[in-house]
């Protein structure tokens, strides 16, 4: 059982590009989410998803944009990347919305120089 | 805002049990205590979490008291893999999972 699988784990951009964070879980979450964790910082919620085809803001999207066509999938998107959006990105899903975990991936490792 | 309050820092003697407090004096009667740990940079942990009941499992137990305004995690017998960042949530139906600063729980040999 894999869980949330976050790819890639590690990426240098450069100022003006753009990417995609892909994250996939396999335990048929309806819920999923996106933070971005600076350093010495808590978590900041970006992006969550209730279900398919259904997406809100969190505290900071700005310079964010997701899309969730699937329940597995929940990719994050940079469409012009700012050295501000230099951070660790961690993606999560949960079963339930306040009374169950969310469970976390490993995150991806984002620098943009 | 985050809800909760936590002390910066703490020092527990490796082996012995790390009580970890947490503040909560405006706790909405929906909002579940959660508790989740990080180690270095990795994605955060899930420890435990509760509504009312004191809650155990084999990771931790968690002690809310009677009116639900504070909080203390405890690691029975602290090792130094458990030397992290320790954060106190609460999640409920209105709000959205937030992340303060949390204690950073260092176990010492």
């Known amino acids: 059982n894999a869980g949330v699988t976050q790819t890639p784990k590690f990426r240098i951009l450069k100022i003006g590009q753009s990417m995609t964070l892909q994250c996939t879980q396999d335990?048929?979450?309806?819920?999923m989410y996106w933070y971005r964790q600076d350093p010495g910082m808590g978590l900041k919620l970006i992006y969550y998803?209730?279900?398919?085809?259904?997406?809100d803001k969190g505290e900071v999207p700005n310079g964010y944009n997701v899309s969730r066509s699937t329940t597995e999938d929940f990719p994050l998107r940079l469409e012009l990347a700012a050295p501000s959006q230099t951070s660790v990105y961690f993606c999560?899903?949960?079963?339930?919305?306040?009374?169950?975990?969310?469970?976390f991936g490993d995150g991806t490792r984002l620098s943009i120089l | 805002d985050a809800k909760t309050t936590q002390p910066p820092s703490m020092d527990c003697a490796e082996g012995r049990a790390a009580n970890l407090p947490c503040n909560h004096s405006?706790?909405?009667?929906?909002?579940?205590v959660y508790w989740y740990r990080q180690i270095h940079s990795q994605g955060p942990q899930y420890i435990i979490h509760?509504?009312?009941n004191n809650e155990t499992n084999e990771m931790a137990s968690l002690i809310i008291t009677e009116d639900r305004k504070s909080s203390t995690l405890i690691l029975p017998h602290a090792t130094l893999r458990d030397t992290a960042v320790y954060y106190c949530i609460l999640w409920g139906t209105g709000n959205q999972f937030y992340f303060g600063t949390g204690t950073s729980l260092t176990v010492i040999p």
């Open positions: 999560a899903s949960s079963l339930g919305w306040g009374n169950q975990p969310q469970h």
């Open positions: 509760g509504l009312k």
């Open positions: 335990m048929n979450h309806n819920y």
């Open positions: 998803s209730v279900g398919a085809g259904i997406t």
């Open positions: 405006t706790i909405s009667g929906n909002e579940y």
